[in-house]
């Protein structure tokens, strides 16, 4: 990639005739058309002489694409690195930027193709945006250090850690669902949108597993907290019998937004009147922070819908990575069934979100329990490691020592 003549070029050029060739309804859109006709009317091997081009359109949409991308990373554009690995500037939009000590050491790497390998940057079959961000965190730690087992520890880091943080929520969304669920068909009861605990605690009805000791701080803090404030953050209660219900963490935000419209359409008011004045009640229904839970799960389902779009084949990428796929796949299920309850919780998307929860748990854990077990010795390793080379340092400012000593004494 060290040839000059190829920086004599406009990028988005390049990228333009990379779209031409393998963009959708472009030519490789067509070349497969006319593959799929041709198989159905069984006479796909009059078109063996193109078969070649199916391969060779990819292949140069991928090259244009990764020269652009050394121009970028010349400019400093922090899009190179992720268009020189093979991603698209449309799979890019609105996608989480890598970090700066990240990003300069693979834009380095991008931009001085003669000097350094960039072929760790490229992107793997089946490799996610996300996926291939962890990867290349813990592959710059390697390039730095010259040390494999120490970005091994740092790439497990980063898996192991979001496991940690997703996981017990998951399980605390089934158990309390579970439970929800139980005490709906046994007393009744109402059921209660996750993400409301804490608005729960400090209005004095907190859930039955809360310490007795917290529930009293809590509903002490509520009490103290104007009423004006807590209704922004929790919810308005009022609102909440729009729905059949007392509290605004057991109220289908739906059924309220939908009645608070058909109140006001009764009223008089025009319907784009109505259904603004239905989606606000629904929002001071629901409180800032369930809101917000809610904003967040949407948030999350989108990400991970994109990741399990860009797996490719769903049986393909199950064969590559069984639980690996399981465990993406059903974080998508979990955090839509879970942005459905937080909006509307009833014992369809309660039970949903429990069910599901269970099995990104499980999955997740399946998925990274070989990184879990091996961690420990890999940590031992890199410490052993970053031990001699503070030793070989050491050595080094001593013997520096030493010789700055001699050069200085006169009598030497």
């Known amino acids: 990639m060290g040839d000059s003549s190829k920086r004599m070029a406009n990028p988005e050029d390049l990228e333009h005739l990379a779209k031409l060739l393998d963009g959708r309804g472009n030519l490789q859109d067509k070349l497969d058309e006319a593959f799929t006709r ?60 890598l970090p700066p000590d990240i990003l300069l050491i693979a834009n380095a790497s991008v931009a001085n193709g003669e000097k350094f390998n960039s072929d760790w940057l490229k992107r793997q079959p089946g490799e996610t945006y996300q996926d291939w961000i962890q990867r290349i965190k813990s592959d710059a730690v390697a390039k730095i250090s010259g040390n494999e087992n120490l970005g091994e520890v740092v790439g497990d880091y980063i898996d192991i850690t979001a496991m940690v943080s997703t996981v017990p929520g998951a399980f605390k969304v089934a158990a309390a669902g579970t439970m929800g669920l139980i005490k709906r068909f046994r007393k009744g009861d109402f059921l209660k949108a996750p993400g409301t605990t804490l608005a729960q605690i400090l209005k004095g009805k907190p859930p039955s597993y809360i310490p007795a000791r917290i529930a009293r701080l809590g509903a002490t803090i509520g009490a103290r907290t104007p009423a004006a404030v807590l209704n922004v953050l929790t919810g308005k209660d009022s609102y909440a019998v729009l729905s059949g ?36 009640t629904a929002l001071r229904t629901a409180g800032w922070w369930r809101a917000a839970g809610i904003g967040g799960s949407v948030i999350a389902t989108g990400v991970g819908a994109f990741d399990v779009i860009q797996e490719g084949n769903p049986v393909e ?9 399981v465990a993406k796949v059903s974080g998508v299920a979990f955090n839509a069934s879970l942005t459905a309850a937080m909006v509307a919780p009833n014992p369809i998307t309660i039970g949903a979100a429990a069910v599901t929860g269970v099995v990104y748990g499980v999955a997740s854990i399946v998925d990274n329990w070989d990184k879990v077990k091996k961690w420990p010795g890999k940590v031992a390793d890199a410490g052993a490691w970053a031990g001699e080379k503070i030793s070989e340092g050491a050595g080094k400012l001593a013997d520096g020592a030493k010789k700055l000593g001699s050069a200085l004494n006169p009598f030497d």
């Open 38 to 97: 041709a198989s159905n009317l069984g006479v796909r091997d009059k078109l063996s002489t193109l078969k070649p081009m199916q391969g060779w359109t990819k292949d140069t949409s991928v090259d244009l694409r990764r020269r652009g991308a050394i121009l970028r990373a010349e400019n400093g554009d922090p899009l190179a690195a992720a268009l020189y690995a093979g991603f698209k500037t449309e799979d890019l939009k609105g996608k989480q930027q």
């Open 245 to 280: 219900q007392r509290w605004a963490w057991e109220a289908n935000l739906l059924k309220v937004g939908k009645n608070a419209s058909a109140l006001n359409r009764a009223a008089g008011a025009s319907k784009l009147s109505a259904f603004t004045s239905g989606a606000g």
């Open 317 to 325: 990428a199950f064969k590559r990575d069984k639980a690996g796929y």
